[in-house]
């Protein structure tokens, strides 16, 4: 079985302080970090062992950042050496050293990098993404569709190289003109996808049967937007729980879920880079 996971612990500090984040430079006690980094290994583990014999992939979508925490590269050097793991990426803003990714397996390691004008330098971002398409990690960059983004973002697309993909995610709350929208949708031609909520109540979705969402004690929904529990990861409670189904929801506005609903065709425009968000072919 192919078996997409995505993992969220209970990491929730991050060095940024975006206005449209509720995570903002929020700081997880040295406890907290302390429970993130166990539950994150006891995954690690688990993916290590593979007790049920599964082609995995796997997301670290995190609350917070995780890179900035020694726990996380390692986590993705150790993953993107199993020779059952396929992909193995991560939600991040590159505000950490990147020179680690020289020890994992670049066939298998990717990043999905978001840029958050007014938190770093453009300059200093672009850098990071530069080294890397040096080091050869896959990845993709991308920005919130906030007005005052528009002038960066087109900055960063001009300075990316053109096989790198620049994603745009629509606002959560802002309503965008057709000129609004003609703009982003001239640095990312999927921004449709994103901008307009997909109707998913008794769509099939492939959550629940080959994608889960797993948080750090284990516990296993089909996503992470639905509360539904399946199981637990770890004693196997949860595979009995795994078979298509409808999805439940009126709707679906994030990329990591309406991703993997079967009435879009997403799974062939980022065919083999469904995870970091990377498209077969840039559109």
């Not at 994103?194 to 049967?209: I, L, M």
């Not at 709707?251 to 997403?266: F, K, R």
Request: proline share 6%; net charge positive; glycine share 8%.
């Amino acid at each position: 079985m192919n078996l997409s996971v995505l993992y969220r612990g209970p990491l929730a500090s991050c060095n940024y302080d975006c206005p449209y984040c509720p995570f903002a430079k929020r700081r997880d006690s040295r406890a907290e970090l302390r429970a993130d980094r166990a539950a994150l290994e006891r995954f690690v583990d688990w993916a290590t062992r593979n007790p049920d014999d599964d082609r995995l992939s796997v997301l670290f979508t995190p609350w917070g950042e995780g890179l900035t925490r020694s726990w996380y590269r390692d986590a993705l050097v150790r993953l993107s050496r199993l020779p059952h793991l396929d992909r193995v990426a991560i939600q991040t803003n590159l505000a950490c050293r990147l020179d680690w990714l020289a020890d994992a397996d670049r066939r298998t390691v990717a990043l999905w990098a978001t840029y958050h004008p007014g938190q770093v330098g453009r300059a200093t971002f672009l850098r990071r993404c530069a080294r890397l398409t040096e080091l050869g990690v896959r990845f993709s960059v991308g920005v919130v569709g906030l007005p005052d983004h528009l002038t960066e973002a087109r900055a960063v697309r001009a300075a990316l190289p053109a096989d790198v993909y620049l994603w745009v995610n629509a606002a959560d709350g802002h309503r965008y003109t057709a000129e609004q929208e003609a703009d982003w949708t001239a640095l990312d031609p999927l921004f449709g996808y994103s901008v307009r909520p997909h109707t998913s109540a008794g769509a099939s979705c492939r959550t629940g049967e080959t994608v889960i969402s797993v948080r750090g004690d284990g516990t296993v929904r089909r996503c992470h937007f639905v509360e539904t529990v399946l199981g637990n990861l770890y004693d196997g409670s949860y595979r009995s729980g795994l078979r298509p189904r409808p999805c439940p929801l009126a709707a679906c506005d994030c990329h990591i879920g309406y991703v993997h609903l079967e009435t879009l065709p997403l799974y062939e425009v980022f065919a083999g880079g469904v995870l970091e968000r990377v498209p077969a072919r840039l559109p």
